[in-house]
């Protein structure tokens, strides 16, 4: 592959992702398309080198504007979600624009273009929650918000498109990334941000042991990439962290190495639907030679360092859209 385009890729695991590809790909041309919505942000880019890199602002259900940008692209990943439960809750408009018509306008426009490949990256959200055991990639989907509902739903039609048309589509589904640049709404650079402020840490009452399986931002883009180049077009992959832990686990560690205590933990009402446990089995990644390397500890460790180093980052996205969002969601947490 000589040039690819990232769609999303100004966002958290987008933006890993071109990073790791341009480390490791010493001849790679990548072209980011982005929407910049409040989740996107060139920050995140502004390491990475010009020369080997296009952005273009744009919109994935917008069919002319991909085309232009996919000409010429020997495989086309897609980042580009509305990406946070909660929103999507709040009401589900962009979310069934971006990762259903979206996805829609990306297998047809790799149709058109006859592009190599068409990677999905999608969510183990799509299977809903799992009492026991591990879901694997032929398990019955359940997703339960709208948020996942949504991916599952751009899952099944860029799928369709591989049975359909022959098109190359390949399917990641990835558990709860967790690592630098993540926009503060998530959990985890939600509580490190607060709790450094000494803001409360709003956990949901009833959520507090319900369980995530965390994989590392890198590993999660070294695992698409694997896909990517060595995955059978048409087949789904799940990419696992092999780290579940509970919330009220993840919180204390926050606590723990903020240097702050548990009065700073807020109960507030739980999500609705709020999916108790999150397991995916990875077996059939770790046949392509994939596995996750990053330490829990460390890997969580390193994140809440990056945070506390980097308030020029979040700072200004936490006193922009993000102050509105916060008060529709939590109200007044005190
Ligand atoms: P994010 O919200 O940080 O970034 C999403 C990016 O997509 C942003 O840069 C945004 O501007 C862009 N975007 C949104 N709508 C667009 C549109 N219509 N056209 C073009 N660009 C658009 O999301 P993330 O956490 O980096 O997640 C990336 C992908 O990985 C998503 O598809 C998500 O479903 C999936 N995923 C996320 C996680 C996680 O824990 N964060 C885990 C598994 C899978
Ligand atoms: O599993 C993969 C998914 O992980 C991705 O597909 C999504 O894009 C990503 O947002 C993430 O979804 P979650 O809903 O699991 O992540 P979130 O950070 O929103 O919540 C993680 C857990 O923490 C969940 O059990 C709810 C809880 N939580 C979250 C927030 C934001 C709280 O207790 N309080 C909070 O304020």
Redesign the pocket.
């Known amino acids: 592959m000589k040039k690819i385009m990232v ?2 890729g ?5 933006s890993a992702f071109v990073r790791w590809e341009l480390a490791q790909h010493p001849d790679l041309h990548i072209v980011t ?5 409040y ?2 942000n060139l920050d995140n880019l502004k390491d990475v080198d010009p020369a080997r890199h296009t952005f273009i602002q ?4 917008d069919r002319e504007a991909v085309l232009a940008a996919a000409e010429g692209c020997d495989a086309i990943v897609n ?5 946070h439960v909660d929103r999507s809750i709040l009401g589900a408009d962009e979310f069934l624009e ?1 990762n259903v018509r ?1 996805v829609y306008n990306l297998a047809e426009s790799a149709k058109t273009l006859g592009t190599a490949r068409l990677l999905l ?4 959200e799509v299977y809903g929650s799992i009492e026991s055991g591990s879901f694997s990639e032929t398990d019955r989907l359940n997703p339960r918000n709208p948020y996942s509902a949504a ?1 599952a739903g751009g899952d099944m039609i860029g799928l369709s498109y591989f049975s359909t048309f022959g098109l190359p589509v390949l399917v990641t589904r ?4 967790y690592g630098p640049y ?2 503060p709404e ?1 959990v985890l650079p939600l509580f490190v941000t607060n709790a450094v402020d000494d803001e409360p840490l709003p956990l949901y009452q009833g959520g507090e042991h319900n369980v995530r399986d965390w994989l590392y931002v890198d590993d999660h883009a070294r695992g698409i990439d694997c896909v990517l180049r060595l995955g059978t077009p048409g087949e789904i992959y799940n990419l696992a962290g092999g780290n579940e832990r509970e919330n009220i686990t993840l919180t204390r560690r926050i606590l723990e190495l903020t240097g702050k205590d548990e009065s700073l933990i807020k109960l507030v009402p739980d999500r609705p639907g709020h999916d108790r446990r999150y397991s995916i089995d990875a077996t059939k990644a770790h046949a392509l030679g994939w596995k996750p390397e990053m330490d829990w500890n460390e890997g969580v460790a390193q994140t809440v360092r990056w945070y506390q180093d980097n308030e020029w980052w979040w700072r200004k996205i936490k006193s922009g859209e993000f102050r509105a969002y916060y008060a529709r969601q939590y109200g007044t947490v005190k």
């Open positions: 769609t999303g100004a966002g958290f695991i987008g398309f982005d929407k910049l919505t989740a996107g744009g919109d994935i259900a980042f580009a979600a509305e990406s971006t979206g990256v999608s969510t183990d991916k990835g558990s709860n990334t993540q926009y998530k």
